[in-house]
């Protein structure tokens, strides 16, 4: 029975472990966003300007009012016949009122504009916050691929340096390759492990700051999916193309141009204050009287007699406020010229990182097409070496130097690659993809 248990449990764990997801680069994004805390904060701003539009609807509607006095008068008071008695007098009433704002200069369908382009806005936002938050997802999940790579060439290049010492110590046993050949290739050996040792690291704080952007409580469990970016080369747009799209895709800019057309509105919602207030009111309403000495009509008589009913119109004309509503058109006047010059700050700067987006990722693709044509030269120079090297024809130091120059060439194209392949998204960033 111990025995099944045990089978079970390492089946179980086995599953486990091969079922293991394995995180592509929308699904960090995807989370990234799900659980970022300026994310969420975000949505809350999202969700009041939400209640905010709601709010503005609901102010078409009319208010309504149910109030109940009860008091009491007590002490010396004038009587029918003129003289002052002692008596006590108990008032009880019941009002039921209802207001409704008829017209105010426009101002409450202006408000639930203003409330629709604000909530505009805070999506807008939201999305610029999500872009950025995608940006940082990308760097540092490239940033796991390359230090996986660089791991991967670091095993390698180790493997290749115990294949040499296997051959060296072979050598020696022969007669035909001296002691200070089999310690240097050992030392090869031990540096090529501390390669490996660094390459480790790297990709662990790799997998540390993105499971840190994922909001994981550790890295332990977090496995990457790895796609193919053999094949990364792609045609770069214009700067021209970059650029329009970004007008009409970047979220700063959504961002702006609503708040410009919330600044129009801000500036009829205060010019409305020159116009007059037009208010509909009206309500229904008892009293219930009781004085001390005199005979009263019953609660319900008294409620039956003295109900009353009224509705009212009223208009307020404004003729001085100590010029609050001029100061106020100008100060809205005032916000929309400063919202204008923030979008057109704010595509300057736009259009100067599309530049420096777009001649990073050319310079990027040169330098990666040129790590190409190196590391095949590298590559050849080393197989030629080796023959040599296996012949007799080169020693040890001339190996060593040209496998070096060749692992050099093999993780600048591997840099090269990740750089580029961040590049281009960046240039995707800013198209909208």
């Avoid at 704080?205 to 496995?223: I, K, N, T, V, Y």
């Avoid at 045609?235 to 650029?243: L, N, P, T, W």
């Avoid at 012949?391 to 690659?417: F, H, L, P």
């Amino acid at each position: 029975m111990k025995r099944l248990l045990l089978s079970i449990a390492f089946a179980t764990l086995f599953l486990t472990a091969g079922a293991q997801q394995r995180w592509t680069l929308s699904e960090c994004i995807n989370y990234a966003v799900e659980h970022n805390v300026n994310i969420r904060q975000q949505q809350n701003t999202i969700e009041q300007s939400e209640i905010n539009l709601n709010t503005a609807k609901m102010n078409r509607l009319p208010s309504v009012d149910a109030q109940v006095n009860q008091s009491w008068n007590f002490g010396r008071g004038l009587s029918a016949d003129n003289t002052y008695v002692n008596r006590t007098t108990s008032s009880t009433s019941f009002n039921v009122g209802a207001n409704m704002i008829l017209f105010n200069g426009f101002q409450n369908v202006r408000n639930i504009e203003l409330s629709k382009l604000q909530l505009d806005a805070a999506t807008a936002d939201l999305g610029r916050a999500k872009e950025d938050l995608g940006i940082q997802v990308t760097s540092a999940y490239l940033e796991v691929l390359y230090a996986d790579e660089i791991l991967q060439v670091a095993e390698n290049q180790k493997s290749l340096s115990e294949f040499q010492l296997t051959m060296r110590q072979k050598l020696l046993e022969n007669g035909k390759a001296s002691e200070s050949d089999v310690v240097q290739a050992k030392s090869q050996v031990a540096q090529d492990q501390l390669s490996i040792v660094q390459a480790e690291n790297n990709y662990r704080l790799a997998l540390l700051e993105l499971s840190q952007l994922l909001e994981l409580p550790s890295p332990d469990s977090l496995l990457i999916e790895k796609p193919d970016t053999n094949d990364v080369l792609q045609a770069i747009a214009s700067i021209e193309d970059v650029y329009a799209d970004a007008l009409n895709n970047k979220s700063v800019i959504k961002a702006d141009e609503l708040r410009i057309q919330s600044a129009e509105k801000e500036i009829s919602i205060a010019k409305a204050g020159y116009y007059p207030t037009l208010s509909l009111s009206g309500g229904v309403g008892s009293n219930y009287y009781t004085v001390n000495g005199f005979d009263n009509d019953n609660f319900s008589k008294q409620m039956s007699n003295n109900f009353s009913q009224y509705i009212a119109l009223s208009l307020n004309v404004p003729i001085f406020n100590k010029f609050a509503t001029r100061n106020r058109v100008r100060s809205s006047k005032l916000q929309y010229d400063s919202q204008n010059l923030q979008l057109e700050s704010d595509k300057k700067i736009l259009y100067k990182e599309v530049q420096q987006a777009y001649y990073s990722a050319v310079a990027s693709e040169s330098k990666y097409s040129a790590s190409i044509s190196a590391e095949e030269s590298a590559a050849a120079a080393f197989e030629l070496m080796s023959k040599k090297y296996e012949n007799g024809k080169a020693s040890q130091t001339e190996y060593n130097e040209s496998r070096t120059q060749w692992m050099k060439a093999v993780a600048d194209r591997i840099q090269a690659k990740y750089e580029y392949m961040f590049k281009s998204k960046i240039l995707d960033y800013y198209r909208g993809v």
